[in-house]
């Protein structure tokens, strides 16, 4: 919509106008379906085919009336127009797959009944005429149902879809005449700006009116959150942009982003705001939540009532929750969706239209069977200016290789098979074929394989291609299911047949867009066959995902190296990097090495002793809060039996394999406890607590990290490693050390939070000393001290702490 405030005229199209117009369908019912341009060539001549000589295809109507003191102007184009003996018949082409082609009822949708009407007004007809065409793509026929109106019949239709409408255009219009322009001249909430704030603030709205991307390297301190976040909201608020949208890996950076839209608004900037969740958290569905495995089984008519009768109960929900405030929260959500029995997961998606700032993950721009079509789809490109703020930014290249590979295990179709009833013939044909393919497959992989120890079959056969007999099996293998399916909705094999067909389906789609970017991956142990598509490089994808937008900010503590970050999400020459300092004083952070240690694969039994008395030393200068960080499980395990054996009085908690949110959340309230009693924790790095955790003052003063951090060795690291050695001779580099050391920076930023802080962070690793990790260093480590036994080290910590008191 547009509203041109001087003249007060909004404007409008018929798509808009019917939005929210109460009708009697369903969530996840019949949908059209979106034709290739032939398919869309030839559903348009069989429409016109049927109508003869007098058809006039793709029909521009528009409309004008008057509602108080606004003028309204709505468009829309018609697909046809007829002119013959029976009148006048505006016509709608609806393509439909095969069985909602034979099944759906005739209908006349809003959008219809509103272009039929602009027509008869247009030419001062007493009765119009409307044609659904349903379209078959399959079977390349048409099917068509008419109906003829008077003119006040459409009268009294469309004043029932204007006045729906027109609550939501007077939301709109004070938006534009109130709201945006308070956006416009909001002062920042906090007053003075921090150091580096202004700096990032300025490089973040010059980037928006440029359409540049900015790769931002922001130590904790700056407060990035709101230095990002209020300069796009100035940058809305000035017409630079339409929308924006706040792009984050975790929950907990989701939650910072709400609160500080939560302060712009109430400092003057009132920016509608919503944050998405998983559909698992907004679910309603009894028998859904009881599910959770196979939750989107259930997001039907059949199966869901709040997904029965959606769009005629939506508008009201809707509606209620816009005129509640700005920020709409999960809880308000759910609650407007048990009150009016509607799906609260769909209806936050609604409301996301209706606001100017959305906090969700990132799946939501980037994923491509996750992100928001309303936004991103086809038919929503070019129609508004978004801006991305992609917070953690770090996160993003890992999250990006998992959105765009797959895989199947063949145990997966040998356990469904087993379960499949005797009398069942098809299905079990279908799964005997399907079953011969891996065998054959497997077969032809023997070469490669080899014997272990305990006369397993292993091997791992790499390809830049996925095998064309494999690969025409499994396509066979999802249309045989699903017909079979399409006549057996109700067996008992149905849900896990659903699951399995989908995950084949979106291997063989993601394999099709495959490029030099992926690598099919086959993994042989004993019977078990892992078929792994593996996307290594991402940019590509993530380029497209972003040119959608006008503009994007990339943020975090840790991008280092920045061109290293820049290349693995889709920089380019023409991008703008910023590093900033910290704003905190260098002498608050005691940051030590201890150089002489090995904490390899092969040296860490012999290691553990030293361990022990590294941390003993370093939690010994000052009774306190402390995190140890582990590269494993197994290493923390044997450091944390050695430690409290020796240190019995000391209070430790322990991160465990599998710990659910409530465990987590216990851990941390040990942590987040007011208290200088001593407690070490130990945990593994790059996990739940080595990052996106705020532990202030003196809830963490310090933090060992043990190891550099670099990934366990695997199939698709190794993959990585030869694909960017191929690129920039860098392999190990990219596929180890550069996300190694992220962890580690991550885990060493949990220590000082506030101005106030102060800390020490110990280093375990011999490779610490090395030119290639000391490159790594941020400025804010140019005090680091290298130590080269725990005598040392603890002086160090001593002469720290003592220092505080003076």
Known sequence: MQYDQERNILTASVDELTAHHPREADLGGTRPLRLSPEKEKAARLCLAGAAGSRFVPDMDLCHTCR???????FTGRADGIIYDEAGVTVTELIPLHSRAYYSSQPAVSPRLLCLAYFCLQAEGLPCINTQTTYYNPEKDACRHTTRTYSAAELESDFAVIFAGFARFADLFIQRETRRIPAIRTAAFPYGEMRPGQDELALAVFRAIRRGERLFVQSPTGIGKTMSTLYPAAKALGEGKCDRI????????????????????????????????????????????????????????????????????????????????GLGVTSPMIRAAGEKHRVCPYELSLDLSAHCELIICDYNYLFDPHAYLRRFFGEDARGRERYVFLVDEAHNLPDRARAMYSAE??????????????????????????????FHRFARSCRGDLHHDAEGKTVGCVVSADADPALKAALLRFTHQVEDWLAEHREHSLAPALEELCGETAELIELGEAADKHFRWAAEFEGDELRLRLLCLDPAERLRDSLALGQAAVFFSATLTPTDYFAELLSGGAADVHLSLPSPYPTENLCLVAIDR???????REESVPRIVQAIAATVSAKAGHYMVYFPSYAYMEAVFSRFTAKYPQVRVRAQKRGMDAAARDAFIADFAADDADLLVGFCVLGGSFSEGLDLPGNALIGTVIVGVGIPRLSVERGLL????????????????????????????????????????????????????????????????????????????????WANEKN
């Not at 869901?304 to 816009?322: F, I, M, V």
Request: charged residues 30%; hydrophobic residues 35%; aromatic residues 12%.
């Open 245 to 324: 949208f706040y792009l984050t890996a975790k929950g907990s950076t989701a939650r910072e982003a709400w609160s500080a839209a939560r302060r712009l608004a109430e400092g003057g900037a009132p920016l509608r705001t919503v944050m998405l969740s998983a559909r698992e958290q907004m679910c309603l569905c009894g028998a859904a939540r009881a599910d959770r495995g196979r939750l989107h089984r259930y997001c039907n008519p059949f199966d869901c009532p709040y997904a029965a009768g959606y769009y005629r109960r939506s508008p009201d929900a809707l509606h209620e929750l816009l005129t509640a």
């Open 721 to 800: 490693s030869e694909y960017y050695d191929e690129r920039s001779e860098q392999g190990y580099a990219y596929a180890y050390t550069y996300p190694g050391m992220n962890k580690v920076l991550q885990a060493a930023g949990r220590v000082i939070r506030r101005e106030q802080d102060r800390g020490i962070v110990v280093l375990i690793d011999d490779r610490y000393g090395s030119p290639e990790y000391v490159r790594l260093f941020p400025p804010h480590w140019s005090e680091l001290r290298f130590v080269g036994d725990v005598a040392a080290l603890r002086e160090l910590a001593r002469k720290f």
């Open 408 to 437: 199947l295990r063949r145990s997966r179709f040998v356990s469904l098979y087993a379960r499949i009833p005797g009398e069942e013939k098809a299905l079990d044909g279908i799964f005997e074929g399907i079953l011969r393919a």
């Open 597 to 603: 240690i090995s904490t390899r694969y092969a040296d």
């Open 67 to 73: 509602c108080g003191e606004v003028e309204y102007h």
